[in-house]
């Protein structure tokens, strides 16, 4: 099997002026290429800062990390944002939609950056997600709306728009009724299943979690 990430990490630090916290010490992480993985552990130890090291939105650690063979630190400017646009999905914590904009734009925003054949592809796939995880009805709504566990919905899709080979995903299930949170865990698995995408879940919910290939687990040290 194939690594596509590759990671070590020394150290990471948070710090302002009365406190310094030293994160993910001397931590690693080796992931194949269709993998399933799920991080848990208590708050505060580390995971979605894991997250935003693997999704290149967070370059300030003390460590190595090579993504699909390429050293990160060698990777620049259009390179990298079209790798978090288009090979990377990231399903963050409901915050991370955009309150001036409608769910459906919000939706289809990483297709705004999308080259032309990409976005016609995507588009069509659009219209399965929408459908799949049940959220047509609140399309022309704004997140402020909407309940939580539709915006989870909605970050979710906007996640997996592009058919990203790597999906990042914080608390996907967090505030999802059992139903839903089926839907969810199905549509990534079946990613997973249908086009070997590599599935890195951050979760509290060890039911999830053990559904994944491997779960690693953070902690303090």
């Given amino acids: 099997m194939t690594d596509i990430i590759n990671l070590s990490i020394k150290e990471k630090v948070y710090q302002d002026k009365k406190t310094k916290l030293s ?44 993504l699909w063979n390429t050293p990160t630190g060698k990777v620049r400017g259009k390179e990298m944002a079209r790798w978090r646009n288009e090979k990377i999905g990231f399903v963050l914590q409901e915050s991370a ?11 289809k925003l990483p297709l705004l950056y999308a080259e032309s054949t990409k976005k016609k592809l995507r588009l069509e796939d659009y219209e399965k997600v929408v459908d799949e995880i049940g959220i047509r009805s609140i399309l022309k709504k704004k997140p402020l709306e909407c309940s ?4 989870s919905r909605a970050v979710f899709a906007r996640g997996i728009i592009m058919k990203p080979e790597i999906i990042l995903s914080d608390e996907p299930t967090a505030s999802l009724d059992v139903e839903n949170r089926e839907r969810i865990v199905n549509l990534l698995f079946h990613m997973n299943k249908e086009f070997n995408t590599t599935i890195i879940t951050v979760t509290h919910d060890l039911e999830v979690a053990n559904r994944h290939d491997r779960v690693i687990r953070l902690e303090r040290r």
């Fill in 148 to 151: 939580g566990g539709q915006r």
């Fill in 23 to 66: 994160i993910l010490n001397d931590f690693k992480l080796e992931v194949h290429a269709g993998e399933k993985i799920a991080i848990v552990g208590e708050s505060g130890v580390g995971k979605s800062s894991l997250l935003n090291i693997i999704g290149l939105l967070d370059m300030d650690y003390i460590g190595e990390y090579a």
């Fill in 97 to 107: 939609l955009i309150n001036s904009l409608t769910i459906e734009d919000n939706i």
